[in-house]
């Protein structure tokens, strides 16, 4: 009896962890990788990200890029960078790998270059006409695990924290090593402004 019991619990054990992976998307993330890429990325003041969503639900699946604007806390601004069910761009495998590219183009605009699978797409957003703006990766040491029903946080434009104890020093890290969620910090670290890239698997 106690044998029966103790493999009832192994099988349970193992459909609750087949059910875990199975409804599962993991974020790998990438910066410049090659010196010669990252001495032109220094020279010419642009951020680059590479990208890589792997689970068995993304296959054969519609997915949806959002960004998410913050100025100086008020009511963000959402716009759809791209919709794959719109354009009928199912992912055919269950990996799926974005790039994505952005440069200021001049004081008070920044341009962004999102390159997917048989398609990209080109986004320009206003900015402050400051240039300590950065492109940061918040997933826990390049890599994330997300439910694959829920939104998942790809990468963040944002100005820095600037500790007033501390003054002339920029601080980017801080932000996501606090552990506050993006959309409140603006309200937890006065940030004037960023964004929010976000993806998300649709029906």
């Not at 008020?74 to 761009?89: E, G, H, S």
């Not at 199912?90 to 974005?98: A, M």
Request: proline content about 3%.
């Amino acid at each position: 009896m106690k044998a029966i019991t103790t493999l009832g619990i192994l099988l349970l054990s193992s459909l609750t962890l087949l059910s875990q992976s199975t409804d599962s998307v993991t974020l790998s993330v990438n910066s410049v990788e090659s010196r010669e890429l990252l001495d032109l990325h220094r020279f010419e003041g642009f951020n680059y990200f590479k990208m890589q969503l792997s689970g068995q639900n993304i296959k054969d699946q519609f997915f949806m890029m959002t960004s998410t604007e913050y100025w100086n806390g008020r009511l963000p601004k959402v716009d759809t960078i791209a919709n794959t069910k719109d354009l009928q761009l199912k992912n055919g495998s269950d990996t799926l790998e974005i790039r994505v590219m952005s440069k200021k183009v001049n004081s008070d605009t920044v341009k962004f270059q999102f390159h997917c699978p048989r398609f990209s797409t080109m986004k320009k957003f206003s900015t402050t006409a400051r240039n300590t703006y950065s492109l940061r990766d918040i997933t826990s040491n390049g890599q994330e695990t997300f439910a694959a029903s829920s939104p998942i946080n790809l990468l963040v434009y944002s100005l820095p924290y600037e500790d007033p104890e501390k003054p002339g020093y920029f601080f980017y890290c801080e932000l996501s090593r606090e552990g506050i969620a993006p959309e409140k910090w603006g309200e937890e670290f006065g940030i004037m402004h960023y964004i929010v890239f976000q993806f998300q698997l649709i029906d």
